[in-house]
């Protein structure tokens, strides 16, 4: 997917500027509980430039951008939601410009066009920004965080956006083709997450190369029947992760215990379980179910046993 470029920061107001991408420092009285502050510009690109390369959305160009502060960050939280408060103007000298901008609720978040160039003002505090890339619905596309202290930032500053969701993919067509196959259902049971956008960018840190590390509202086993010839799409969406459930399998010839999903073969009555390890962070996982049997009987040998279902695993990226 193509990066999203800032010529600045975590912090906008909304005034339209072309000009200086540079950050600088604005003077200031010292006065006790006020902070330093950072103009600059503020650049992205269009979102329909966005490499939505495997997400069903139709993209809108908006952005959602959040700039946070740390509170106090050499301190844990009880509650690890208030690592970040949203920026208001409590850190600005009363009655200046930032003060007069961040007081005012509505511009934090803001949203605006991704072809505009607005001007900012950071406080020179450890930051973060969220970029969030909304659907036609809506709904939370793409997320990009960054974790930034703008005055020793280089800038344009670059946030890479992540796409949420994930892919689960069958091909079962090896074993549909054996005799007998009417007798068979295959079914694709998965452990997923349900995405909390606003509780992942408040926790995961900064993930300007990273993926972030998601935060659930709830996770459950869901139960996919394989029915469609060739790559039978299970799974194409925005709003949940696969989890996986323990498992163990023989790595190097040692137990070892990795998240997976299970596939599912009954054949009159008779079923049998096979295993595939879930990849890592940025890729959907297309599963190629094989047998060695040489056919589906209504007899005796109908029977089927875990050794004569295979899983290979191949990884779909959905960056």
């Known amino acids: 997917m193509k990066k999203v470029k800032f010529s600045l920061v975590a912090l906008m107001a909304v005034m339209l ?51 946070y502060y740390i509170d106090n960050p050499a301190q844990a939280p009880a509650d690890p939601y208030d690592n970040y408060k949203l920026l208001n103007g409590d850190l600005f000298i009363y009655g200046s410009d930032p003060w007069d901008f961040w007081s005012v609720a509505s511009n934090n978040p803001i949203t605006f066009d991704m072809t505009q160039v607005y001007s900012n003002y950071s406080p ?68 997923m997450g349900v995405i909390n956008p606003f509780k992942t960018w408040m926790t995961s840190g900064g993930t300007n190369s990273a993926w972030p590390t998601f ?49 599912v073969v009954v054949v009159d009555g008779y079923s049998a379980s096979a295993w595939a390890p879930v990849p890592g962070p940025g890729y959907g996982l297309k599963l190629l179910i094989t047998t060695d049997k040489k056919g589906w009987y209504d007899s005796q040998t109908i029977g089927v046993t875990e050794k004569d279902i295979t899983v290979a695993v191949e990884t779909v990226k959905i960056e």
């Open 124 to 191: 020179t505090v450890q930051s973060r920004m969220v970029c969030q890339t909304l659907d036609a619905d809506n709904q939370v596309a793409y997320l990009g965080i960054v974790d930034f202290l703008p005055n020793s930032n280089l800038f344009p500053l670059t946030i890479i956006n992540r796409r949420l969701g994930d892919i689960l993919i069958a091909n079962a067509d090896q074993l549909k083709s054996k005799p007998g196959y009417n007798f068979m259902s295959i079914q694709v049971k998965a452990n």
């Open 17 to 67: 500027v072309f000009a200086s991408c540079q950050k600088e420092e604005i003077a200031q009285p010292n006065l006790s509980g006020s902070v330093g502050v950072i103009a600059a510009s503020y650049v992205a690109d269009d979102g329909g430039n966005l490499g939505f390369k495997s997400a069903p959305v139709t993209p809108i160009g908006v952005h959602h951008v959040w700039s």
């Open 215 to 263: 935060v659930y509202d709830s996770e459950s086993i869901v139960t996919f029947d394989v029915n469609e010839a060739g790559d039978d799409l299970l799974y194409d969406g925005l709003d949940k992760k696969i989890i996986g459930v323990d498992h163990v399998f023989t790595v190097n010839g040692q137990p070892t215990t990795l998240k997976a999903v299970e596939v």
